[in-house]
């Protein structure tokens, strides 16, 4: 028993060891998954704190994700290892975030949506691991930079929707926000809070299979060479 906790202690070691020597824009890919767990743990907790803390844990993911290519173009320290890692971190980013909302009953997100966007995401990332083989570099284009930004206002939203739920359910109900509002202001509250998730998912599964469309239109040719 001693011997296995040994070995788990030298193990943790030696992967703090690997990333102390990482550069920065490593540290920070490693960082964004590392934040991962985090944030799915205080998603699935029906509180307005941990909820701003899931929404202040993905802010702080996505901007490692904004920054960590941008220190290694700048100082010139691109490696094999932020070119493999960075891209799956940000799949994995907003893989967790969408399959959370998934299993969140009050934001009524069906699944097809994710799985529509998940399988774009990681399919496009085949594509780019056949290219590389080809010795070929697939950049990035308009509709796909399109399709990230509106995913992470997809997200960042909806967690939005998510703490405002929650205070509701503290104070009570609707009718306890809405002090002096009449019907009116209720079924806008109403669809903000119900409707404004489905429909920006559906927008962003549709923006996410179009990019991913317009990715394989534009290099068919790596399939011609594939054997």
Do not use: H
Not at 96 to 125: D, H, K, N, Q, Y
Not at 206 to 221: C, E, H, P, Q, W
Request: net charge positive; aromatic share 14%.
């Amino acid at each position: 028993m001693l011997k296995k906790i040994w070995l788990i202690i030298n193990f943790v070691k030696n992967v703090f060891k690997t990333i102390k020597a990482m550069n920065l824009a490593n540290k920070l890919t490693i960082i964004r998954i590392i934040l991962l767990p985090l944030f799915m743990l205080f998603m699935f907790y029906d509180n307005m704190y941990t909820r701003i803390f899931s929404l202040f844990v993905f802010i702080v993911a996505a901007l490692t994700d904004l920054y960590d290519g941008r220190i290694a173009r700048r100082y010139n320290c691109v490696s094999n290892f932020g070119k493999f890692m960075d891209p799956l971190a940000d799949k994995l980013l907003v893989s967790a975030a969408f399959i959370s909302f998934v299993g969140l009953e009050e934001l009524r997100i069906p699944a097809w949506m994710v799985v529509f966007i998940i399988s774009r995401e990681f399919s496009i990332t085949g594509l780019r691991t056949i290219a590389v083989s080809q010795g070929k570099i697939i950049s990035a284009s308009i509709s796909g930079k399109f399709k990230t930004t509106s995913q992470i206002i997809t997200i960042i939203v909806i967690l939005l929707i998510l703490i405002v739920n929650a205070w509701i359910n503290r104070v009570g109900n609707i009718e306890n926000v809405l002090f002096n509002s009449g019907g009116l202001s209720k079924y806008y509250l109403d669809l903000f809070l119900k409707k404004i998730p489905y429909w920006l998912m559906f927008i962003t599964a549709g923006i996410t299979v179009f990019s991913g469309l317009v990715y394989i239109a534009r290099n068919k040719d790596i399939f011609k060479n594939t054997e």
